[in-house]
Structures are given as structure tokens and as C-alpha cells.
T-cell receptor
């Protein structure tokens, strides 16, 4: 089956630093990847749609300069949280759409900003 | 605003019973629907996808879709304690081609 690998699974950083999260589709090519954020006991909130070779499309209220997305190849998208603050602490999950429109998720990254 | 609605639960069922999870959506043009299971602290995993009206069965799971009523459901037969999780309904919206998730229904299967 389609596998999406996400790293790191957990990261703790200090306020003001930047954190990069990688998302790879291991056995299929993904022209489109999606980044979600999930706070405790809440549903997935779409942050942005990442398209290979073009700029990401951000959802309303998501700062594109704070959450930098790069989708440089058909199997890799990265999310960089710049100048992280405690309120950015959350569970970040990437996903990739396969050719059959099914969305496959990475294992998520739990970010804690101290 | 395209929405997906689910009852947050918790829905409690005894082991061996049928669990019925429901979802409604607002985008009448949507054609693709998905059920995901999410255990606490983990990312969602796909259970089933459904695209046509009617029922689709896969093992103990049956997805039901009624586009006229904008309604999709998931039945879990012979529920097991390991089925206890949050079940997310997702809709691939028309036009914007985004996946919108419901808030999820928390299921508890009591041993």
C-alpha cells in the first residue's frame, strides 16, 4: 500500500527557532500534498496545499511567511515553522494524494515550543 | 463554507454489537468520500473510500452513501475494543479539490 513517511515524529525547540518537517511519499508519486494541524481533541485543520514545482496554496488565516512549504520533487514536501512560538505547539500531519484520489497520511510530528 | 458534520460522541457500544457512524456534508458537487480511523496521538488511517450511491463492504466495515441526502455512514459489525478510536469522515470537495474533515466521532467499544 501507499506509504507516507514523515520526520521527525517529535521535536522540542526553543521559542524563536525554526523547525523543518519532511514528508515523503515512499512508493508513489504525489503531485499534491496537504499539510494539516491538529490541536488536542480537535479535528484536522488544513493549513496548505503543496503542489510540486509551484507555490503552495495557504488556507485563510495561515501565515505563509511563518509556515514555509517547499515541494521540490514528486515525493518530497517540507514544512518549515519559522520563529516558532509556544502557540505553534501542535500535531502537524502531512498527507499525499495517490492517483486514485485517496489521501494517505504520514505519522505526524508533535511539535512542542518551549 | 463547505462543511462536514459529525456527531462528536462518544458513541458507546458493547463488544460484538454494530456501531453506526454518520456524516453529512454541504457540498452537493462532492463525488469522493472517505472514512478514517484515528487513535489518540496518532495520525489518521484509511478505512474505506466510497464514490457511488449505495453500500460498499470491506470485512466488518460497510460504508453507505446517499448523495441526494448528502449523507454518508459507516457501519462496524462485531465491534471490538480495538475499534475504540475517533472516526473521521472526509469529503473531497468539488471545485477547490480539497479534503475537508469532520470533527470526528469518538467510538468506545465496551468489553
Amino acid at each position: 500500500g501507499a506509504v507516507v513517511s514523515q520526520h521527525p515524529s517529535r521535536v522540542i525547540c526553543k521559542s524563536g527557532t525554526s523547525v523543518k518537517i519532511e514528508c515523503r511519499s515512499l512508493d508513489f508519486q504525489a503531485t499534491t500534498m496537504f499539510w494539516y494541524r491538529q490541536f488536542p481533541k480537535q479535528s484536522l485543520m488544513l493549513m496548505a496545499t503543496s503542489n510540486e514545482g509551484s507555490k503552495a496554496t495557504y488556507e485563510q488565516g495561515v501565515e505563509k511567511d511563518k509556515f514555509l512549504i517547499n515541494h521540490a520533487s514528486l515525493t518530497l514536501s517540507t514544512l518549515t515553522v519559522t520563529s516558532a512560538h509556544p502557540e505553534d505547539s501542535s500535531f502537524y500531519i502531512c498527507s499525499a494524494r495517490d492517483s486514485g484520489e485517496v489521501l494517505h497520511f504520514g505519522n505526524g510530528t508533535r511539535l512542542t515550543v518551549t | 463554507q463547505k462543511e462536514v458534520e459529525q456527531n462528536s460522541g462518544p458513541l458507546s457500544v458493547p463488544e460484538g454489537a454494530i456501531a453506526s457512524l454518520n456524516c453529512t456534508y454541504s457540498d452537493r458537487g462532492s463525488q469522493s468520500f472517505f472514512w478514517y480511523r484515528q487513535y489518540s496521538g496518532k495520525s489518521p488511517e484509511l478505512i474505506m473510500s466510497i464514490y457511488s450511491n449505495g453500500d460498499k463492504e470491506d470485512g466488518r466495515f460497510t460504508a453507505q452513501l446517499n448523495k441526494a441526502s448528502q449523507y454518508v455512514s459507516l457501519l462496524i459489525r462485531d465491534s471490538q475494543p480495538s475499534d475504540s478510536a475517533t472516526y473521521l469522515c472526509a469529503v473531497l470537495t468539488s471545485g477547490t479539490y480539497k479534503y475537508i474533515f469532520g470533527t470526528g466521532t469518538r467510538l468506545k467499544v465496551l468489553a
